[in-house]
């Protein structure tokens, strides 16, 4: 009996016998209990994360590096006209680049970031721009929404939520994200709602301004790891923002107004008069300043850490016309390849596109307004063709009179 004992297979790390543990893996010349290989698969995953987090950031080279022509020529594959706004975003960009290789240089010379803050009305393309910009990049890139943030202690997510969302895109490799690209989207939203101080605290407006003040001018930040409210507890995350670029987009729906007046304060005499006549009215956002932003809400501090300034110029009918065929993923070519993977090929008559394009600028929701509008032409055939056994199908300038007018026309009944 205590032969047959002694022949027991053993755990060659433990020593436990078969009898004393859930299993063994049997190997070449030993044997390993389940409770030892989670053990070691533990052990290799906290060593394997330390690697990760002592590892550096990803060494860049000028010579590969995308130049502002072809970061240009790149967007206006998706990004139909705002050339202006497409120049600034391109040498921001570059410049931010070369700023990240600034340390291989042995003069004292120290070159600021240029955050840069994009202004247009909506559906003009400030965050197709963005998003399109974040394809190219070789550096982590990711976009928040300006409207969800407040002052901390207040319903709302925190500043530092910010960073949160770059550390997670950079898989946590601190390095990395210290030389990552933020776009903060809808940032009028936080504009200040009045100029005449007041008893009450403005948490998601002046509140947030005055927080991102240390996130845009550059500064070290405690970020929590997983996000969210901020414990004594927590272990935080410090990230340094020196080196990150911050490029802001809003509508400022109403700040034409504010230009207007700005350009009017000028009018003196016979020829001041004539000088504003030649102001293009159709197109004011073209003459934007900094004091517009002021008017408008935003805090001089935060208007000095943005300091490239663009817009955005409203679509018009050609530029409608454009962004419904020609870009890589326009809308049109959307509905064909969702078609073809049923099998179908579909076409439109060229009527149909002006058609769209014409109740596009009716509605004047942009090129937002492109996609409700085919989507509402197309939902009868996209419900009923699949389940059909045709093998292509054409939109006539006919059926899609008849399906817009008849969703315009359940609307007023239901209303």
Do not use: W
């Amino acid at each position: 009996m205590a032969d047959s004992k002694s022949k027991k297979n053993k755990c060659s790390f433990c020593g436990r016998s078969e009898n004393e543990v859930g299993f063994l893996i049997t190997g070449m010349n030993g044997y390993i209990c389940d409770s030892c290989s989670t053990q070691a698969y533990e052990i290799t995953q906290e060593a394997l994360g330390q690697t990760k987090k002592a590892k550096g950031a990803t060494k860049l080279n000028l010579e590969e590096l995308p130049k502002p022509i072809a970061i240009k020529s790149f967007l206006d594959q998706y990004v139909i006209g705002q050339d202006d706004a497409k120049r600034f975003l391109s040498v921001s960009v570059y410049n931010h680049y070369k700023r990240l290789l600034q340390h291989d240089s042995g003069d004292d010379v120290e070159i600021e970031k240029s955050n840069i803050i994009m202004v247009g009305s909506t559906g003009t393309g400030k965050t197709l721009l963005a998003r399109t910009i974040a394809k190219l990049l070789h550096v982590p890139f990711t976009i928040v929404d300006a409207t969800v943030l407040t002052e901390a202690g207040y319903v709302g997510e925190d500043i530092e939520s910010i960073l949160t969302r770059l550390l997670q895109v950079a898989d946590y490799n601190v390095a990395e994200a210290e030389q990552g690209i933020v776009f903060i989207d809808e940032i009028d939203k936080i504009a200040r709602k009045s100029d005449n101080p007041s008893i009450t605290r403005d948490v998601s407006g002046e509140g947030v301004q005055q927080g991102l003040l240390k996130l845009l001018e550059g500064s070290v930040v405690n970020v929590p790891p997983q996000g969210g409210r901020k414990h004594p507890d927590q272990k935080m995350i410090p990230v340094n923002t020196k080196n990150i670029l911050f490029i802001c987009g809003g509508a400022f729906d109403g700040i034409e107004k504010k230009i207007a007046q700005r350009l009017n304060t000028h009018v003196v005499g016979y020829s001041a008069s004539q000088k504003t006549a030649r102001v293009d009215k159709s197109n004011m956002m073209q003459y934007i300043a900094p004091q517009d932003l002021k008017s408008f809400g935003l805090i001089p501090e935060i208007i000095g850490r943005l300091p490239v300034l663009t817009y955005l110029n409203p679509l018009d009918r050609d530029a409608l016309r454009a962004i419904l065929t020609e870009p890589k993923n326009s809308i049109i070519k959307q509905y064909i390849k969702l078609f073809e993977m049923d099998g179908i090929e579909l076409t439109f008559e060229e009527d149909v596109f002006d058609y769209i394009v014409d109740k596009a600028v009716e509605y004047k929701l942009g090129a937002r307004g492109l996609r409700s509008i085919v989507e509402t032409i197309m939902m009868d055939t996209m419900f009923e063709i699949p389940s059909a056994n045709e093998k292509e199908y054409k939109v006539t300038l006919e059926y899609a009179k008849q399906q817009l007018e008849k969703a315009n026309l359940s609307r007023l009944q239901t209303a």
